[in-house]
């Protein structure tokens, strides 16, 4: 039983929120803090909960993050804002003393290149204090590490190839739009690839590698090999991984959208001068924008696709290695999420659905103390089974097939 504090008002927090609202049995009291406060008010409005409180904070700034924790006094801080605000959300969460998860890993804005190193190096700090800080807790980041640590637990003396498969098949018939923050979505998929093989990392051009691979109920589709985070961690945490890599699908739609936001510039995450109108009308200024930022401006809001996005997701994990009886086993563990019934249920697309729902699920955890460890953790250093068991029932079930071509 405990307090929450969830920081962000976008599509995440959004479905993080009505988790946490239905959750009444964990969650005593709660509260919605982001930068604009009318959208953590329009949230609790869309629950219909009035005693769900809200709060505006800069949560790049840790004085007012420590200012409102002293006021709510949460146990636990969600940050469903953006991996730029991991570090001084993890800051604060020191300086107040209390618990900490997230679902993306930290990114600093003028470079797109995320890695745990920032965060492992909070470690001693959260152990000695006494603190939790759950890493990387939505679907992948998140799911994707519990279901490799199921299925070293129940499945496999030794996982040696792992190919986590993330598929969207919806169609939410915009010519372009991301599923989640554009800016961060962007940033992740023109970067390098990335893959771990016989103990080193292998880098790719951005999606070079791709090839057809078979989602259930939706069909194949074309799948690129990106640089994930979770790789990081899993291959440190099951070291008997010979290969792991992470694949993604993408329409030529996207991709040739993509290829002309890069070719004219608009992915640029560097400042460039432009020369921009007052907005009280008085004349002009010279100002510094980021293009990629701007380009976030003017591209569908990831939290207004949902009422007519049709389709699902199927993310999962195919994985084979030695089994407990000393064979070669093949495992594919997966979750398929319509982004029709995401909306019914949280006004939210699947994509903000499968990452809001495992970040709740994190934190009931935290709160019913089954996952409560202090020091900063990767989410497949906790016991999946109570995690695996919620999943089935708070809207996000999962499936197991054994011994199936895994295409890989
Ligand atoms: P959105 O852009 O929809 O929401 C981000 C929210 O954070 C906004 O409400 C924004 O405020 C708020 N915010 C941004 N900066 C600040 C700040 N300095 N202080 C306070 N609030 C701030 O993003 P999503 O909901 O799509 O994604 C949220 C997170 O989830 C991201 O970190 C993303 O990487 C992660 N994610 C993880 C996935 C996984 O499976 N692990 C999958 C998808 C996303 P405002 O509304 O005022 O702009």
Redesign the pocket.
Same mark, same amino acid.
């Given at each position: 039983m405990g307090r929450v504090l969830i920081?962000?008002? /976008? /599509?995440?927090?959004?479905v993080a929120a009505h988790k946490v609202a239905q959750n009444k049995d964990v969650f005593t009291d709660i509260m919605i803090?982001?930068?604009?406060k009318s959208?953590c008010d329009a949230i609790v409005k869309a629950i219909g909960n009035p005693n769900i409180q809200t709060a505006r904070?800069?949560?790049?700034n840790v004085a007012e993050l420590v200012a409102l924790f002293r006021e709510f006094r949460p146990d636990l801080v969600m940050n &469903?804002? &953006? *991996?730029?605000?991991d570090l001084t959300i993890m800051d604060a969460c020191l300086e107040y003393g209390c618990s900490y998860l997230?679902?993306?890993n930290y990114e600093p804005k003028d470079e797109a290149h995320f890695e745990y190193s920032w965060q492992w190096a909070y470690r001693d700090r959260f152990e000695k204090a006494g603190l939790t800080a759950i890493l /990387?807790? /939505? =679907?992948? *980041?998140?799911v994707t590490s519990i279901f490799t640590a199921y299925a070293a637990k129940h499945h496999f003396k030794e996982i040696q190839y792992l190919d986590i498969v993330d598929c969207n098949a919806g169609d939410h018939h915009k010519a372009f739009a991301t599923? =989640?923050?554009p800016e961060?979505n962007i940033r992740e998929i023109t970067q390098k690839g990335l893959y771990w093989e016989n103990g080193k990392w292998v880098e790719t051009g951005p999606l070079e590698i791709h090839k057809d691979l078979t989602y259930p109920n939706i069909g194949p589709r074309d799948s690129y090999l990106l640089h994930h985070e979770e790789i990081e961690s899993l291959v440190i945490n099951y070291p008997t991984i010979k290969r792991a890599r992470f694949w993604m699908t993408f329409g030529q739609q996207y991709l040739k959208h993509l290829e002309v936001i890069q070719n004219i510039g608009m992915s640029r995450i560097d400042e460039v001068e432009y020369e921009a109108q007052l907005v009280d009308g008085t004349g002009t200024a010279r100002v510094k924008i980021v293009p990629l930022q701007f380009l976030k401006a003017v591209l569908p809001?990831?939290?207004d696709l949902g009422e007519n996005y049709t389709g699902e997701t199927s993310i999962g994990c195919r994985i084979r290695g030695i089994g407990q009886d000393g064979k070669e086993h093949t495992y594919y563990v997966y979750n398929n999420c319509s982004h029709q019934a995401a909306y019914e249920e949280t006004g939210m697309q699947g994509?903000?659905y499968?990452?809001g729902v495992?970040a709740c699920i994190g934190a009931r955890m935290f709160m019913l103390g089954l996952w409560n460890k202090p020091g900063v953790h990767n989410v497949e250093e906790f016991d999946p089974d109570p995690f695996m068991a919620e999943l089935n029932t708070q809207g996000l079930p999962w499936h197991e097939l054994h011994d199936v071509d895994l295409e890989l």
């Open positions: 920081i962000g008002a /976008g /599509g995440v927090a959004t803090a982001s930068r604009t959208k904070v800069d949560a790049d &469903l804002a &953006l *991996p730029y605000q997230d679902t993306a /990387g807790c /939505g =679907f992948d *980041p998140g599923n =989640f923050n961060i809001n990831p939290q994509v903000s499968t990452t495992p």
